[in-house]
């Protein structure tokens, strides 16, 4: 070490001295760029020595601190290299841009939320001309209060893995650092130790060291806002509470390698609690205030209680300085898995996953509590009066299918159907006129061209090709290759509909050149555009990685799955990695209160207010002990920026986590397990039924089967997010089944997407494959099989003589399960089930007795058991023959006074089918319309009073026609008429 009063000479004969280090150490000294701190603006300069001073180094990164100057001071700056694939690299670090930084700010300073960003009166120097302005606001916290920039002093080895840094002393107070570089950790743990002269309030901060211009730079990653090159315009300070995983960086190229600059917060400084943004602990940049890229982080901040401190309390912050080789995720995993223990930590809860989709089913069957408005024919619309919205239309035909039950298809899936061939788009009104300023009325004309290729496509093949209307819309949606510009589809999702729809190669090869471009565009390409706090997160901020993953079950092109999944892995920073749960139990509903979302607002049903639950009563959420893994909020995603902070509320995460099943899928097709573990994380052990969306603090509400019955709804209940919930959690079930079993578990799937992030497989309408037995019909049907452990989810399958249970165990530990078969619901004439098989290589024999038996799952194993020689007919369960639709599917007619009215045949098996017409009137202009109507036999008239108007008519077995007419009178009392029309079925 350089004595001080020797410097201080030095210094005085600068020239010289600069002259005598160049030449004794053979060093090109530069003079440092001007450095403007986050305040004053003041110069820095760092010269630096080749004098090695401190040694800090494990397998990854080695750390000398090294003499120089700063601020005309002695001073030190860290010298660092890492360990890449070609051996030890030094890093290009530039000793200007590190700083340690205080922000002083009076006992009264307070952070408010405006927004989404956090808002600080901005600090006026007393001298300053302004002073006696109107007050102005920032969203930074630099700018929050006054600032002091420490310089290090002096440096001391405290151990082998841990340095301590002295300051020079400020009027302000105190200033020290530690440095520790653990074994086999690929970063360096800094703790800042400050203790002020007077009380007040302070934030400590640390700058990285290095700053780029964005041109210089690969990626950056802020979670939740920033990723690729998406550089913020302005410069605010991200609250932690706000960030899925607290970490700044940005992946540089040094050398033609990949190298990681960046902060990250240590997670002792994030407690145990949900993340609730006013109570944030601290807050992390990655633009400075000149506009360059440099990661930052700041803690605590002004105006929580941590800054409150009095004169010669120390207050301590504690950090990760991130530099690797390697690309951004890589570096993203090392603080996930490392600095905040992320790992496969959720298991069933008191339902299993599959009993929680059996619940949802009876749930989507209450006409009360499904919010299914029979005159809308869709569900209730909460945010708006007299909405309804349908946004999974393959859903309820998927029910059908699975579940064989005639019921659902009349109540739920026939309606559907009808809907999506006269409305005009996922939204609509009965009672447009009254409809306040939620989404829009739509009208009659439909079908709606929001959807697209692929999902009217697929509509049409589940309906077996009977059905004319639908093939017409499929063709019609052909001409559209982006539907609806607030998605994500591309192009090429529209290409590989028209390929699955009709085998054209010409489409194929469409959907594959569509597709390259959009990789070289989207994903090789990082994009620049800053998207601000409104686009959904799963929407704008992530490429179309599920329609290239689509796209790779289809032609198994290796390129498409390698998009994909540099896609999914951006959904990843979307997601909760932290506070990781506890081993212990933790309280919730203190005193009795819940906090949920928005707990002083009802939405609509229909043209009411209404919210179930609501009034609350005072023990419909009794304080309680949980365990802490039941409620954690880590494996939980989020909506938008802007929908996810509402000032002291618990941030809005969500519990629709679409995505689940095809990560199930990625981690099968990539070898990554992470992709298991994000899936699994966000679905296990969170729901006995369907949940609502938001979750917004610590509560096993959403855990009761009973829950959209009786409230309290903390969370919203969205109903047109039932179907959808649903449809995905049965995903989740199929490709579990798939993941575990290497692909011997295998059916196929069809893609439902288009409304919002809502993207996900539905089945039921192809057999599949188990363990090599073809032709295997899922049949979920409650009330086949009893499995009596919650952590066993299981899937029921059959071909005409077999039945299979596909029981796979959630826990981590070998469980016992008793199933109970009810042969009488399952087979013809059988009373009694004798024994099951398990199936595999060593497969053997369980005797049954009353028809149950036990059988023994290993942690996280899969066990398929078949019971044989059996007589099961599901008729939907059949495969069709090709059929051609009757040319008298359709019939489009014209009233004498200009109306139009459509008529469609609806049919999915040989049978019974239904005529449904309809007429483009717009509300309240028809007194009355009525069809007449002539099938075989058999005549009748049926008169509709109120819009929209349409009827629908069961037409029996055997009759492959239906005539009929319309006539009426329009609200200025003149009458009109059509042409009598047929509309019919091949058989």
């Avoid at 009411?608 to 409620?631: C, F, N």
């Avoid at 009596?788 to 469980?815: C, G, P, R, W």
Wanted: proline content about 5%.
């Amino acid at each position: 070490m350089i004595d001080p009063q020797i410097m201080k000479q030095l210094i005085q004969l600068r020239p010289l001295f600069l002259l005598f280090i160049s030449l004794i150490f053979s060093f090109d000294i530069a003079i440092a760029k001007k450095v403007t701190t986050s305040l004053e603006a003041a110069s820095s300069k760092a010269h630096l020595s080749r004098k090695k001073v401190i040694h800090l180094k494990n397998e990854f990164i080695e750390i000398d601190f090294v003499q120089c100057l700063k601020e005309q001071k002695a001073s030190y700056t860290p010298v660092i290299k890492v360990k890449t694939s070609l051996g030890w690299k030094k890093l290009e670090t530039d000793p200007t841009a590190e700083s340690y930084q205080i922000v002083s700010a009076g006992e009264t300073s307070t952070m408010e939320i405006s927004g989404f960003y956090p808002k600080w009166v901005k600090w006026v120097s007393p001298n300053e001309t302004n002073i006696t302005k109107k007050k102005t606001f920032t969203n930074t916290i630099w700018e929050a209060g006054k600032n002091y920039e420490p310089i290090i002093s002096a440096v001391k080895q405290d151990g082998k893995n841990r340095v301590s840094l002295e300051f020079y002393r400020l009027d302000v107070g105190v200033f020290k650092a530690v440095w520790e570089l653990f074994p086999n950790e690929k970063n360096i743990r800094v703790q800042l130790q400050f203790t002020p002269q007077n009380s007040g309030q302070y934030s400590l901060g640390y700058f990285a060291f290095n700053r780029k211009s964005l041109d210089e730079v690969e990626e950056l990653l802020m979670p939740m806002t920033v990723q690729r090159k998406r550089f913020p315009t302005k410069t605010y300070t991200l609250l932690q509470a706000e960030c899925p995983t607290p970490i700044s960086l940005m992946q540089v190229s040094e050398n033609k390698q990949s190298i990681i600059y960046g902060i990250a917060a240590d997670s002792s400084e994030i407690p145990y609690e949900f993340p609730i943004p006013i109570k944030s602990r601290f807050g992390i940049h990655i633009r400075n205030s000149q506009g360059q890229v440099q990661p930052s982080i700041y803690g605590p901040l002004i105006g929580t209680t941590g800054s409150q401190k009095k004169s010669g309390e120390t207050l301590t912050f504690s950090f990760r300085i991130l530099t690797e080789s390697g690309d951004w995720y890589s570096s993203y995993r090392n603080v996930c898995d490392e600095v905040f223990g992320w790992r496969d930590y959720r298991t069933n809860g008191e339902i299993s996953l599959t009993n929680a989709a059996y619940n949802m089913i009876d749930l989507y069957m209450n006409d009360e509590y499904s919010g299914w408005w029979q005159r809308a024919k869709g569900f209730y619309q909460i945010e708006s009066k007299n909405g309804a919205t349908q946004a999974s239309p393959l859903t309820a035909v998927s029910l059908y299918y699975l579940t064989g039950d005639t019921n659902l298809y009349k109540r739920r899936t026939l309606p559907t159907l009808e809907y999506f061939l006269s409305r005009s788009g996922p939204h609509f009104s009965p009672i447009p006129e009254d409809t306040g300023s939620g989404y829009p009325a739509g009208t009659m004309n439909g079908p709606p061209r929001y959807f697209g290729k692929s999902v009217y496509g697929d509509l049409e093949k589940m309906l077996n090709g009977r059905t004319l209307a639908f093939k017409s819309a499929a063709l019609k949606a052909s001409n559209v290759t982006t539907p609806y510009e607030g998605g994500h589809i591309q192009p090429f999702d529209d290409w590989l509909g028209r390929y699955l729809y009709n085998g054209d190669k010409h489409a194929l090869d469409s959907a594959i050149k569509y597709a390259d471009k959009y990789i070289d565009s989207a994903i090789n390409k990082a994009p620049q555009k800053d998207l601000g706090i409104n686009p959904f997160f799963l929407v704008s901020f992530v490429p179309n990685w599920e329609g290239l993953l689509r796209l790779y079950e289809v032609t198994k092109e290796k390129r498409f799955l390698d998009a994909a999944k540099k896609g999914a892995q951006l959904v990843m920073t979307g997601i909760w990695t932290q506070p990781m749960p506890p081993q212990r139990n933790t309280t919730i509903h203190p005193n009795g209160i819940v906090h949920g979302d928005k707990m002083d607002r009802e939405l609509y049903k229909g043209s009411i207010k209404y919210r179930i639950g609501w009034p609350k009563r005072e023990d419909d959420s009794p304080e309680k002990e949980v365990p802490a893994w039941l409620v954690s909020n880590a494996g939980l995603g989020f909506e938008a920026p802007t929908t996810y902070t509402y000032k002291s509320n618990g941030g809005r995460m969500i519990s629709m986590s679409s995505w689940s099943g095809a990560f199930l899928r990625l981690a099968l097709y990539t070898g990554d397990k992470q992709f298991e573990t994000y899936a699994r994380n966000a679905v296990l052990g969170r729901f006995g039924n369907y949940p609502g969306y938001y979750y917004t603090t610590f509560t096993d509400l959403m855990q009761d089967p009973n829950y959209p019955y009786k409230g309290p709804d903390v969370g919203f209940i969205y109903y047109h997010h039932l179907p959808v919930h649903l449809s995905w959690t049965i995903d989740y079930l199929v490709s579990e089944a798939k993941l575990r079993s290497k692909s011997k578990i295998n059916f196929p799937g069809l893609r439902q997407f288009g409304y919002a992030f809502f993207d996900y497989l539905v089945y039921g309408n192809q057999p599949g494959d188990i363990m090599g037995i073809k032709d295997t019909w899922l049949w979920l049907r409650k009330g086949l099989v009893n499995v009596d452990n919650n952590q066993i989810n299981y899937l029921t399958a059959h071909t005409d003589n077999k039945f299979f249970v596909i029981l796979m165990n959630e826990s981590s530990e070998t469980q016992k399960t008793n199933i109970t078969f009810f042969p009488s619901v399952i087979s013809k004439s059988a009373q009694i089930f004798k024994s099951f098989k398990v199936m595999g290589e060593n497969g053997e024999n369980f005797a049954l007795k009353n028809n149950s038996g036990q059988i023994e799952i290993k942690p996280r194993g899969l066990q398929v058991i078949e019971v044989d020689g059996l007589d099961i007919d599901v008729p939907l369960h059949k495969k069709q023959l090709g059929t051609i639709p009757s040319k008298l599917g359709t019939a489009e007619l014209t009233t004498n006074n200009g109306m139009k009215v459509n008529a469609a045949a609806i049919q999915i098996l040989p049978g019974s089918w239904s005529a449904y017409i309809w007429s483009n009137a717009n509300s309240k202009s028809l007194n009355e319309i009525s069809v007449s109507w002539t099938c075989g036999d058999k005549t009748g008239v049926l008169k509709d009073l109120e819009y929209p108007y349409e009827f629908s008519i069961e037409v029996p077995d055997k009759e492959k026609q239906f005539r009929f007419s319309v006539s009426g009178i329009d609200v200025n009392g003149s009458a009109f008429q059509t042409k009598e029309a047929v509309i019919g079925v091949v058989d």
